[in-house]
Nanobody, 120 residues
Framework: QVQLVESGGGLVQPGGSLRLSCAAS????????MGWYRQAPGKQRELVAA???????NYADSVKGRFTISRDNAKNTAYLQMNSLKPEDTAVYYC??????????????WGQGTQVTVSS
């Protein structure tokens, strides 16, 4: 089994910064794409940013230039640096990883989510 644990959420003022972390653990052979999604109240979950094992990235238009996704393959960890935060960034942020297990085929795993609130 594989677990994803997110951390780093919280309350921040508009214009502030936060750094989210997502650590994967368990029976892992390799991790392909890792991504961050978010879901605001009453809205569908949306992709924020994703990064491949080779560090190719893509971002939602709404966060380009403000958010940066990165990963440390040795630590099975992904990060999301969020700068110039806006109230509309308020949401629960979820980590997703495409994980190939030691004895299992590649599957999609989700973290439990971490709340990010941008408010003065």
């Amino acid at each position: 089994q594989v677990q994803l644990v997110e951390s780093g959420g919280g309350l921040v003022q508009p214009g502030g910064s936060l750094r989210l972390s997502c650590a994967a653990s368990g029976s892992i052979f390799s991790i392909n794409t890792m991504g961050w999604y978010r879901q605001a109240p009453g809205k569908q979950r949306e992709l924020v940013a994703a990064i491949t094992r080779g560090s190719s990235t893509n971002y939602a238009d709404s966060v380009k230039g403000r958010f940066t996704i990165s990963r440390d393959n040795a630590k099975n960890t992904a990060y999301l640096q969020m700068n110039s935060l806006k109230p509309e960034d308020t949401a629960v942020y979820y980590c997703n990883a495409q994980v190939r297990g030691v004895t299992d085929p590649t599957r999609s795993y989700w973290g439990q989510g971490t709340q990010v609130t941008v408010s003065s």
